[in-house]
């Protein structure tokens, strides 16, 4: 098991309290592709943004490699979140100063814990498996909106996390390149052993997902 979340219930406060998250409860595991969809306005992102742990102004618990995040001071947590999460979002938000191979290799620098060599010789292999080898020194501004999210997914994976985090991560694609990217990420949870998360409009994906979390009005049905 890689992520548990026990009764989380989430309140905003702004122009009065209201609860968008209503003790939710859910287990992921390693090698599992969970997708949650649901309205515009359900709680997906706000549900992600906490199983991400990037919000931790909540009620409930949520566990992720046997670590409960709220007990973790804020350096702590931000290495933990380096070091065991990726993320990959709607847009892909590469640094356009940067060439694809510097975007990947930015996690891994910022985790310190292997050289510069060693982080670009694993830049480069995760290129090679997702078919961009040919665009490393490419700028990232001028790739194609799916080579953008290809390379956005391999600098999630840099760091190896179990989990994977995806909000959205085919919103602004055509079908076709859709179709790319989610094929791309369940492999990757099938062969890399990893947890991997999608909040999602398109029945595509979720019908095809290992499970499926449906929100509705801040509650779930699994």
């Known amino acids: 098991m890689i992520l548990e979340t026990k009764q989380i219930s989430k ?11 209503n003790e939710i409860s859910l287990q992921i595991a390693s090698g599992e592709l969970t997708s949650v969809y649901g309205e515009s306005g359900s709680g997906k992102s706000t549900l992600l943004y906490i199983l991400s742990t990037l ?15 709220k ?5 702590e947590l931000t290495n933990f979140r ?28 910022k985790l310190g814990e292997k050289n510069k060599e060693e982080v670009k010789h694993e830049a480069i292999m995760l290129l090679k498996e997702l ?15 799916g080579q953008q999210q290809r390379v956005a997914i391999a600098r999630a994976l840099i760091n190896d996390p179990l989990l994977i ?4 991560p ?11 990217i989610f094929d791309l990420l369940k492999e990757i949870t099938t ?6 998360v999608i909040a999602t409009h398109d029945p595509k994906i979720y019908q095809n997902s290992d499970k499926t979390i449906e929100m509705i009005d801040g509650s779930i049905r699994l």
């Not at 490393?136 to 790739?143: D, E, H, I, N, T």
């Not at 062969?191 to 991997?196: E, G, Q």
């Open 11 to 21: 309140y905003f406060h702004e122009p009065d309290k209201h609860q968008v998250l």
């Open 131 to 145: 078919g961009m080898q040919d665009f490393a020194k490419r700028p990232s501004y001028k790739l194609s909106g």
């Open 71 to 75: 007990e973790l001071s804020a350096a």
């Open 55 to 69: 919000d931790r102004d909540f009620e409930g618990r949520l566990h992720i490699l046997d670590h409960d995040i």
């Open 191 to 196: 062969n890399k052993a990893k947890a991997v």
């Open 170 to 180: 085919t919103g602004n694609l055509d079908q076709k390149n859709s179709d790319v």
């Open 82 to 109: 380096n070091k065991h999460i990726g993320f990959v979002y709607q847009f892909h938000y590469l640094l356009p100063e940067f060439n694809v191979l510097q975007n990947i290799m930015l996690p891994a620098m």
């Open 165 to 168: 985090v995806a909000d959205e």
